[in-house]
Nanobody, 114 residues
Framework: QVQLVESGGGLVQPGGSLRLSCVVS????????VNWYRQAPGKEREVVAS????????NYADSVKGRFTISRDNGKNTVTLQMDSLNPEDTAMYYC???????WGKGTLVTVSS
C-alpha cells in the first residue's frame, strides 16, 4: 500500500520560513519523481515544485522561484520543501504527489499571517 505523509505545516508570519517533509512508503522511491502541489481556498490546485527521481533536475513555479527549494533523500524515502520569505499568498494546503502512478498525500496546511 502506497502512503505519502506530509508534515511541517503551520502558522508563520510574513517573511518567515517553514520546512515541509513528505515521507513515502510502499513503492521503490528512487524510481519516482515527486511534486509538491498547493491549493488555496477558492483556487485550483497548482504545482509548486518538482524533483526528478535521482534529484538531478528540479523545477519551480514562477511564484516561488528563488524562495522555495525542493530536495530529496532517497535513503530515507523523503522529499523536503524548504520555504523562505513566505507571504500571505503562499497560504494553502500543500500536497505531496509521486509520479508515475499519481499517488497523493492528505496534505499539510500552511498559513502565512501576521
Amino acid at each position: 500500500q502506497v502512503q505519502l505523509v506530509e508534515s511541517g505545516g503551520g502558522l508563520v508570519q510574513p517573511g518567515g520560513s517553514l520546512r515541509l517533509s513528505c515521507v513515502v512508503s510502499g513503492l521503490s522511491f528512487p524510481y519516482y519523481a515527486v511534486n509538491w502541489y498547493r491549493q488555496a481556498p477558492g483556487k485550483e490546485r497548482e504545482v509548486v515544485a518538482s524533483i526528478s527521481n535521482r534529484g538531478r533536475s528540479t523545477n519551480y513555479a514562477d511564484s516561488v522561484k528563488g524562495r522555495f527549494t525542493i530536495s530529496r533523500d532517497n535513503g530515507k524515502n523523503t522529499v523536503t520543501l524548504q520555504m523562505d520569505s513566505l507571504n500571505p499568498e503562499d497560504t494553502a494546503m500543500y500536497y505531496c504527489n509521486v509520479q508515475p502512478g499519481d499517488y497523493w498525500g492528505k496534505g499539510t496546511l500552511v498559513t502565512v499571517s501576521s
